[in-house]
């Protein structure tokens, strides 16, 4: 079969094209991943992570950094007793949702959905338990 030299000139932008397009791809998924998820923040910050950040980014100095940390500190306290104060509520509220949805489902989605659960609260008491 022969080609003329405007099939070849075709078949070389296709080709052009698609090369193209598989670079800029590549290059947008590697702008993504360095730039918006490596500026997530990995894992719960730390009260000192933060007050660093605020002083970095509000250049505070010595005194005013002993303030923030001090108040960083109380407020994660009271965290932490709203957190005991309504963990029974939640965990009742939870334990009744979960029997709504045992109930409609069938006997054999019911030991996958146990499973499921279990990993769930595996997962829920590995956060829980993280500093």
Known sequence: MNASPGNRKAVLL???VLVLGIALGGLGVYA????VLAAKQVG??????????????LNLDPDQ????LAIINDTRAHYAE??????????????AGR????????????PKF??????????????????
Request: aromatic share 8%; charged share 40%.
């Open 82 to 95: 709203l957190h005991d104060k309504y963990a029974p509520e939640y965990e009742r509220v939870r334990q």
């Open 32 to 35: 993504f991943t360095s730039r």
């Open 14 to 16: 296709v080709f052009l």
């Open 44 to 57: 719960p910050r730390t009260a000192a992570s933060t007050t660093a950040m605020f002083t970095r980014d």
């Open 65 to 68: 950094q002993k303030q923030i």
């Open 114 to 131: 146990e499973e499921l659960l279990r990993q769930m609260d595996e997962e829920r008491r590995k956060r829980e338990s993280e500093p």
């Open 99 to 110: 029997e709504r949805i045992r109930q409609m489902l069938t006997d054999p989605q019911k």
